[in-house]
Nanobody
Framework: QVQLVESGGGLVQAGGSLKLSCAASGRTYSAYDMAWFRQAPGKEREFVAR????????YYADSVKGRFTISRDNAKNTGYLQMNSLKPEDTAVYYC???????????????WGQGTQVTVSS
C-alpha cells in the first residue's frame, strides 16, 4: 500500500506559478512510477505528466508541455509538479497517482491522493 497526500494548490492569477507536492508513505516510493492527473468540473480526469521510478524519464500532455515540470525526490518520498505560465483552463483538482509500472492512462494507476484544488483567475 502507498498513501499519497497532495499539497500546494491555491488561487493564482493567469501567468503565475504554483508548485504542487505529493508526499508518499507506505512502501518504497522509488519502486513506483508517478503521475499527475487533473479533473475540471464536468470533465473527465485527464493525464498531465508522468515520471519514471528513477526520475530519468518524463512525459507530458501536449496542453502543459513547456509550462509544467514533473520531478521527484526519492530520498524524501515526494513528487512535485512545477506549474508556470498558468492559464484559466488549467483550473482543476490535481491528483497524484502511483503504480509499479504505468504510463498515461488513469486506469493503470493503483494509488491516488485526495486531490488539491488549483484555480487560475483571468
Amino acid at each position: 500500500q502507498v498513501q499519497l497526500v497532495e499539497s500546494g494548490g491555491g488561487l493564482v492569477q493567469a501567468g503565475g506559478s504554483l508548485k504542487l507536492s505529493c508526499a508518499a508513505s507506505g512502501r518504497t516510493y522509488s519502486a513506483y512510477d508517478m503521475a499527475w492527473f487533473r479533473q475540471a468540473p464536468g470533465k473527465e480526469r485527464e493525464f498531465v505528466a508522468r515520471i519514471s521510478r528513477s526520475g530519468g524519464v518524463t512525459y507530458y500532455a501536449d496542453s502543459v508541455k513547456g509550462r509544467f515540470t514533473i520531478s521527484r525526490d526519492n530520498a524524501k518520498n515526494t513528487g512535485y509538479l512545477q506549474m508556470n505560465s498558468l492559464k484559466p483552463e488549467d483550473t482543476a483538482v490535481y491528483y497524484c497517482a502511483a503504480a509499479p509500472r504505468a504510463y498515461g492512462t488513469a486506469s493503470q494507476y493503483d494509488y491516488w491522493g485526495q486531490g488539491t484544488q488549483v484555480t487560475v483567475s483571468s
